[in-house]
């Protein structure tokens, strides 16, 4: 079954989707002799540890169907933008174009054909991580793909074009710093009681 075919049946967006290589296959079922110390003593995976193997998997599996197939070593920053543009017929979130009158309305009152997409957050999330999959899969920093200028341009640009098709604006979250009023007349306090 290839990738289209898996992630077409989803009802969620990248989530939602498993496909297992064969290099994992032994160690989730068991190996062909029937002794495998994972299976044996199966090992819960956090949420995102989970979610980063199918991950790691899908895009595998993403590369193995490319024509022609791609080893990871000779995958660079823009495989990884073709993986994430063709991502984008699974999405579920409402982009508007220019031309809709809906454009710049985060709650449209009406249908409208504009395209549905992978939401920024998504796709940043998936990103993140495989890009930590990368590295813990033998993959040398400074050669990571997903950690590549051109994805940090592609996510910078989806991001910016949902939050202008939604009118809603992405906001980096600043640190809470104490008011510069206060820092500068301490004497105003009162002094503590010294009893």
């Known amino acids: 079954m290839n990738p289209a075919q898996e992630m077409d049946s989803s009802s969620t967006e990248i989530s939602s989707f498993t496909i297992n290589s064969p290099t994992n296959t032994n160690s989730m079922v068991g190996s062909p002799s029937g ?13 995102y540890e989970n979610q980063k193997r199918r991950d790691w998997n899908t895009f595998g599996q993403y ?5 022609p197939p791609l080893s990871l070593s000779r995958c660079s920053g823009a495989h990884v933008l073709e ?3 063709y991502l984008d017929q699974f999405g579920k979130t409402k982009v508007h174009t220019q031309l809709c009158p809906f454009f710049g309305h985060p ?3 009406a249908p409208c054909p504009c395209p549905l997409r992978q939401a920024w957050g998504s796709l940043d999330a998936l990103i993140g991580r495989l890009r930590a999959a990368y590295e813990e899969n033998g993959g040398k920093p400074e050669a990571n793909p997903f950690g590549a200028r051109a994805v940090r ?8 074009s949902q939050a202008k098709a939604r009118g809603i604006s992405y906001e980096k979250k ?10 500068q007349q301490p004497a105003i306090l009162p002094p503590p ?3």
Do not use: G
């Open 193 to 195: 009681n010294s009893s």
């Open 35 to 47: 002794s495998s110390s994972t299976a044996a003593s199966p090992t819960t995976l956090s949420r």
């Open 63 to 67: 590369l193995r169907n490319h024509r």
């Open 83 to 85: 993986f994430l543009r």
């Open 107 to 109: 709650n449209p009152p």
């Open 174 to 183: 600043k640190r809470k710093r104490p008011p510069q009023q206060q820092q």
């Open 153 to 160: 341009l592609y996510l910078r640009e989806v991001r910016d």
